[in-house]
């Protein structure tokens, strides 16, 4: 079984370059499904989810090429097959972005319900809706769901919450619906503006990415393209507060310092200094930090891919904070893992309140989903002796080289296999 150890670490110092990000990636190369013309994307993260959506994408009969380290070429010509493998849909959430773009291409698509982290019930009716607004009709049984319109057209449809899978999805599909779509109470996540980047590339019409109303003129077909992925903020966020617990200082280049305020803002409210660049930001912490309120929301609040990270810099602040989750319902689980290496944390429904201690201990715990295992591995940066973390396929699915970057910031971690 593999396991990520990391030991109590002195200040990190240095500088890192950010890997793409993975949320932008995987809606991207789902939108390679929208054309006849091959596509090359560049600044793709090397991750396990990847891998798996390659492999749908190569199962319904795309040829995927990796033209080293980064860069891949999909060429979606021969799809012939409109229903996704179970076993591997089954394995991500992403999977489901490749309904929108079958759809949009084919008329119909076919695929079993998506899997994911265990944060919540994460349902589907956001995407569902939205495509039966743009004419589809939807059957579900024997856990698949069919999607069918022989063409779809533009409508304006309102998202009862701006889910950025649904906006994604929806933005896809209606690229290539006669007419004008509008999207409102649409999600305005940096990942969305590089998907309708990327799809205006291709030769898409859209307007308003960004904000919470896209429009969306429909075009007759969507051509090749060469586009390079936006650096991922989650990975450049852990890394800021792996930087924070351990009083260290650390230079991450490559990232984009907007996609960070809402991290940014709090880091500096806990006390740490934050120097931005063009393309680099700076942390340094030498002094203990102070406990803050945190709430997560939609872009441009604090994200909830950050959530578990910051509770465990908080584990370890002067003073009781408060953490409200309103996005996922069960996105809490990495706590007891927290209090297991000594953090106070008391869970009530949506809200944590963590009273700070002077002292984490190094313990054996699990990760139970992606950003999980990064809390628990920056909780055993600044934890006395070591720490094990299980569950490590989780960690792997989001963040590149992990380890290999918090040894070039001077921390002792790495994988190990227990038999
Ligand atoms: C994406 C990100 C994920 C991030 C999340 C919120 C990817 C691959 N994943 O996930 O890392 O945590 O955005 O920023 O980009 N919901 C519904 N019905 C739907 C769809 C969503 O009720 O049809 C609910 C979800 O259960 C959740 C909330 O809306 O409570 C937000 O989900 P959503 O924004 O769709 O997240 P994902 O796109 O799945």
Redesign the pocket.
């Known amino acids: 079984m593999k396991q990520l150890l990391i030991r109590h670490s002195s200040p990190l110092c240095g500088e890192i370059c950010i890997s793409g990000s993975k949320?932008a990636a995987?809606p991207i190369l789902a939108a390679s499904l929208l054309s006849t013309e091959p596509v090359r994307i560049a600044n793709i993260p090397n991750l396990s989810d990847i891998k798996i959506l390659c492999e749908i994408l190569t199962c319904l009969g795309c040829t995927v090429n990796t033209k080293g380290g980064h860069v891949l070429s999909v060429d979606a010509s021969q799809v012939k097959n409109l229903i996704a493998p179970y076993d591997l849909a089954g394995k991500i959430?992403?999977s489901f972005l490749i309904m929108g773009p079958l759809l949009a291409r084919f008329g119909k698509v076919r695929m079993a319900l998506p899997g994911g982290c265990p944060i919540?019930?994460?349902?589907?009716?956001?995407?569902l809706k939205g495509f039966a607004a743009l004419g589809a009709e939807i059957s579900q049984g024997y856990g698949y769901i069919e999607l069918r319109a022989p063409r779809l057209t533009g409508a304006r449809l309102y998202f009862d919450?701006p889910?950025?899978?649904?906006t994604e999805n929806i933005l896809m599909a209606a690229t290539l619906a006669d007419g004008v779509s509008i999207l409102e109470n649409a999600?305005a996540?940096p990942?969305i503006v590089d998907l309708a980047n990327f799809l205006c590339s291709m030769g898409a019409s859209i307007s308003g990415a960004g904000t919470d109303t896209i429009r969306v003129q429909g075009v007759p077909y969507l051509c090749g393209t060469d586009y390079t992925i936006i650096p991922d903020r989650i990975e450049a966020g852990s890394f800021m507060i792996a930087t924070a617990i351990t009083r260290g200082d650390v230079t991450l280049r490559g990232v984009i310092c907007d996609h960070l305020k809402p991290v940014t803002a709090k880091i500096q409210e806990a006390g740490a200094k934050v120097f931005t660049n063009d393309e680099s930001i700076r942390v340094c912490a030498d002094s203990p930090f102070h406990s803050l309120d945190i709430k997560t929301l939609p872009f441009p609040g604090f994200?909830?891919?950050m959530q578990a990270q910051m509770m465990a810099l908080l584990s370890t602040a002067n003073g009781t904070s408060i953490i409200t989750e309103t996005?996922?319902?069960n996105r809490f689980m990495h706590a007891a893992e927290l209090t297991r290496m000594g953090a106070d944390i008391q869970i009530e429904g949506r809200t944590a309140v963590i009273k700070g201690t002077k002292r984490l201990t190094g313990s054996r715990v699990c990760a139970t989903d992606l950003r999980a295992g990064a809390s628990l591995a920056l909780a055993g940066l600044a934890a006395d002796g070591y720490t094990t973390i299980s569950g490590i396929h989780h960690l792997v699915r989001g963040y590149e080289n992990f380890d290999q970057k918090l040894r070039t910031l001077g921390a002792d971690a790495e994988f190990i296999t227990l038999s």
């Not at 889910?163 to 649904?166: I, L, P």
């Open positions: 949320n995987l959430r992403a919540g019930s994460r349902p589907v009716n956001l995407h919450f889910s950025v899978g649904a999600a996540e990942e994200p909830t891919d996005i996922f319902e």
